[in-house]
């Protein structure tokens, strides 16, 4: 079965780091590109960003391009989304979603991780 | 303010046919494909439709999706109470370098 499964729930004060988890099984981890998905409380859907895992090639999306980094680790098929500075706006649902690396700009997103609940609050 | 457009609401009795819709411009949904997602409250994104109008492996066929030129709408046909959730349409906006998703239409089962 072709799984997503992200690490669990956070709680950080503003201006503190943190690294949140999706570790992939079921599939080759390297044809498949990683995408995370922000969903603020009550709100919709926004794309972050995605990373090939075969050579950490990475797209932004300009709204959050300097604020979080997306790497990933192939050897244990884990990627990872990281903050250096967390702000109480940071505060949300993270989901990643596997996407195949076809030629054109965008593929389907499936499937989901389960989701990490990230809270920054003083 | 969502760059794709849909309704924040639709509603209908069980058996109707409910349509959703999903406005852009031609640097996303006129330049390439349309993905409709479900999501059930508290739970992550499904992937309902696929390029437009490809339904994936496990969704029933109830679901249908068609895009004309810069405009997508998914369709619910035969509604069900396990249908009440969130629907989100997603494309590529070249434009912008980025996906783009609609705001998400709640559809609610009378």
């Known amino acids: 079965e072709v799984q997503l499964v992200q690490s669990g729930a956070e709680v950080r004060k503003p201006g503190e780091s943190l690294r949140i988890s999706c570790k992939a099984s079921?599939?080759?981890?390297?044809?498949?590109?990683i995408n995370w998905v922000r969903q603020m409380p009550g709100k919709g859907l926004e794309w972050m960003g995605r990373?090939?895992?075969?050579?950490?090639?990475?797209n932004y999306s300009p709204s959050f391009q300097g604020h979080v980094t997306i790497s990933a680790d192939e050897s244990i098929s884990t990627a990872y989304l990281q903050w250096s500075s967390l702000k109480a706006s940071d505060t949300a649902i993270y989901y990643c979603a596997r996407e195949p690396t076809t030629s054109g700009p965008l593929d389907w997103f499936d499937p989901w991780g389960q989701g990490t609940l990230v809270t920054v609050s003083s | 303010q969502s760059v794709l457009t849909q309704p924040p609401s639709a509603s209908g009795t069980p058996g109707q046919r409910v349509t959703i819709s999903c406005s852009g411009s031609?640097?996303?949904?006129?330049?390439?494909?349309v993905f409709w997602y479900q999501q059930f409250s508290g739970t992550a994104p499904k992937l309902l439709i696929s390029?437009?109008?490809q339904r994936p492996s496990g969704v029933p066929d109830r679901f249908s999706g068609s895009k004309s030129g810069t405009s997508a709408s998914l369709a619910i046909s035969g509604l069900r109470s396990g249908d009440e959730a969130d629907y989100y349409c997603?494309?590529?906006?070249?434009?912008?370098?980025?996906?783009?998703f609609g705001g998400g239409t709640k559809v609610t089962v009378l």
């Open positions: 390029k437009n109008d």
């Open positions: 031609s640097s996303n949904i006129g330049n390439d494909y």
């Open positions: 079921g599939y080759s981890f390297a044809s498949y590109w």
């Open positions: 990373i090939d895992p075969t050579d950490s090639h990475t």
């Open positions: 997603a494309a590529w906006d070249d434009s912008l370098g980025r996906v783009v």
